[in-house]
């Protein structure tokens, strides 16, 4: 099972952007599928995008399509969730998550958790 970190949140204005980083150990990085989770106060933890293990898939929920953009570079065991076009509606903890199975990352129950990072924005 692999390990996973999360960084790059903070507080931006509403418009500005963010790059946030997972970094995995532990076993090799490639072999998983990884998507990005998101839970805004009072609300359902909630799939964001999810990437192939060599990229050649992705998939994006509606409210992330054309602003976010999910990558990954697996010599660097490290994915990518580039965040554009901030609102305030995208205060959450955003979450990284790792599964060898495209079908557990998609509905939430991935084998592989980070412990969450905040993006907070103001209006």
């Known amino acids: 099972q692999v390990q996973l970190v999360e960084s790059g949140g903070g507080w931006v204005q509403a418009g500005d952007s963010l790059r946030l980083s997972c970094t995995a150990s532990?076993?090799?990085?490639?072999?998983?599928?990884m998507g990005w989770f998101r839970q805004a106060p009072g609300k359902e933890r909630e799939l964001v995008a999810a990437?192939?293990?060599?990229?050649?898939?992705?998939h994006y929920e509606d409210f992330a399509q054309g602003r976010f953009i999910i990558s990954r570079d697996n010599a660097k065991n490290t994915g990518y969730l580039q965040l554009n076009s901030l609102t305030s509606e995208d205060t959450a903890v955003f979450y990284c998550?790792?599964?060898?199975?495209?079908?557990?990352?998609?509905?939430?129950?991935?084998?592989?958790w980070g412990q969450g990072t905040q993006v907070t924005v103001s209006s």
């Open positions: 990437i192939s293990w060599n990229s050649a898939s992705t």
């Open positions: 998550a790792a599964d060898k199975l495209w079908p557990k990352v998609a509905s939430g129950k991935a084998d592989s």
């Open positions: 532990g076993d090799a990085f490639d072999n998983y599928v």
